[in-house]
């Protein structure tokens, strides 16, 4: 099995976080309707140590469309798609967790933490 180098690997995952800088996370339905939308600062993720690096500050979306969540977009500035995830419940083992998937009108959905990481193998 091929393993990747820490240099490797962070320059892999310094190079996905920076096509999100000014970027955001669209969260959406299963038919792809937008639920709420958080938005990156400038500089999205800090630099990656040992393949992994963390999100710096995600602005909450406080009036949030009413729907049951299923997946994230993880967008650039020009909202293109960079990675698509998984939204689960607690316990669901998703890339996003919620407290609950089902979001009202009018609520804030925040993101309070995020890390993304590249694998050696």
Do not use: P, Y
Not at 53 to 76: K, Q, W, Y
């Amino acid at each position: 099995m091929a393993t990747l180098s820490t240099t490797a690997r962070n320059t892999s995952v310094n190079s996905v976080t920076a096509l999100l800088n000014n970027g955001d996370i669209k969260f959406q339905t299963s038919g792809g309707n937008e639920i709420a939308i958080c938005t990156f600062g400038a500089t999205a993720f800090s630099a990656a140590s040992n393949g992994k690096a963390t999100a710096n500050a995600i602005a909450d979306d406080t009036s949030a469309l009413a729907g049951t969540v299923a997946t994230g977009l993880l967008r650039d500035s020009s909202h293109n798609t960079v990675i698509t995830c998984t939204c689960t419940g607690q316990g669901g083992g998703g890339d996003f967790i919620f407290t609950s998937l089902v979001i009202g009108a009018g609520d804030t959905v925040s993101v309070t933490s995020l890390t993304l990481e590249q694998k050696a193998s």
